[in-house]
């Protein structure tokens, strides 16, 4: 990360910030309004949904303090 500006860095950030919301919506939101055929399926689902959407914020919150504001 030190081969970025504060700019690229701020843009990278907020990326991965809409990677994480992406993920949220796709992976938990719309899979409690499903109905899946199996109820593992479900469980799965949420489980990835949680899981990325907190790796997409992990992402953005470590470009976000390497910024210099």
Request: aromatic residues 14%.
């Amino acid at each position: 990360m030190r081969g970025f500006s504060v700019g690229e860095k701020r843009v990278l950030s907020g990326f991965f910030q809409t990677i994480a919301a992406g993920w949220f919506g796709a992976g938990v939101i719309t899979t409690t309004f499903i109905r899946p055929e199996k109820s593992g399926d479900l469980v799965y689902n949420l489980i990835v949904g949680v899981g990325l959407t907190l790796a997409g914020l992990k992402i953005a919150l470590e470009f976000s303090k390497k910024q210099k504001w």
